[in-house]
T-cell receptor, first 110, second 113 residues
């Protein structure tokens, strides 16, 4: 089955800096890659997703890049704000179910 | 609000007991997924139902079972509960396939004492 590795497990940045979270996946058939943000005690919420027919997608301060050859994808957050502090999960899906990475705790200090 | 509802919000019970968690998907969504999230753990996929039928199974224990009813709501049954079953249980719904966006419910926090 699919295996998703996510790094780093924790990431501390200063407000205004950029943050990058990286994921690798194992199943070359995977073609859908969502990112979820989860605040403490809350539900995971989709923040951006990308499908395998594109290499990059951007939504305001958030962007995701996908390299299908290398089987890795990354989340980029620019101009970080304290409210960006949360746990971020990447995931990959193809013909089977969504497989999640173990999460990255992002801490943005004012 | 994702449109996915889960009840109850919190559940406290004793070891050996049985509980039922309920999930109502977004209007129009046919797939329901159940996940377990333990402390400091990621989201562990348990089971998926699509239009009333089991479609995929993950790391679901034999003590756990689920079903999806004709109105598409789903229930997750946990029996012979152990301390280690204490966790947040999320359901998510999606239109159809595994590449459709999954929308998560607010979760049920289960505490087994």
């Amino acid at each position: 089955g699919e295996n998703v590795e996510q790094h780093p497990s924790t990431l501390s940045v200063q407000e205004g800096d950029s943050a990058v979270i990286k994921c690798t996946y194992s199943d070359s058939a995977s073609n859908y890659f969502p990112w979820y943000k989860q605040e403490l005690g809350k539900r995971p919420q989709l923040i951006i997703d990308i499908r395998s027919n594109v290499g990059e997608k951007k939504d305001q301060r958030i962007a995701v890049t996908l390299n299908k050859t290398a089987k890795h994808f990354s989340l980029h957050i620019t101009e970080t704000q304290p409210e960006d502090s949360a746990v971020y999960f990447c995931a990959a899906s193809g013909y089977s179910t969504l497989t999640f990475g173990k999460g990255t705790m992002l801490l943005v200090s004012p | 609000d994702s449109g996915v509802t889960q009840t109850p919000k919190h559940l406290i019970t004793a070891t050996g007991q049985r509980v039922t968690l309920r999930c109502s998907p977004r209007s129009g969504d046919l797939s329901v997924y159940w996940y377990q999230q333990s402390l400091d753990q990621g989201l562990q996929f348990l089971i998926q139902y699509y239009n009333g039928e089991e479609r995929a199974k993950g790391n679901i224990l034999e003590r756990f079972s689920a079903q999806q009813f004709p109105d598409l709501h789903s229930e997750l049954n946990l029996s012979s509960l152990e301390l280690g079953d204490s966790a947040l249980y999320f359901c998510a719904s999606a239109k159809d396939s595994s590449t459709d966006t999954q929308y998560f419910g607010p979760g049920t926090r289960l505490t087994v004492l």
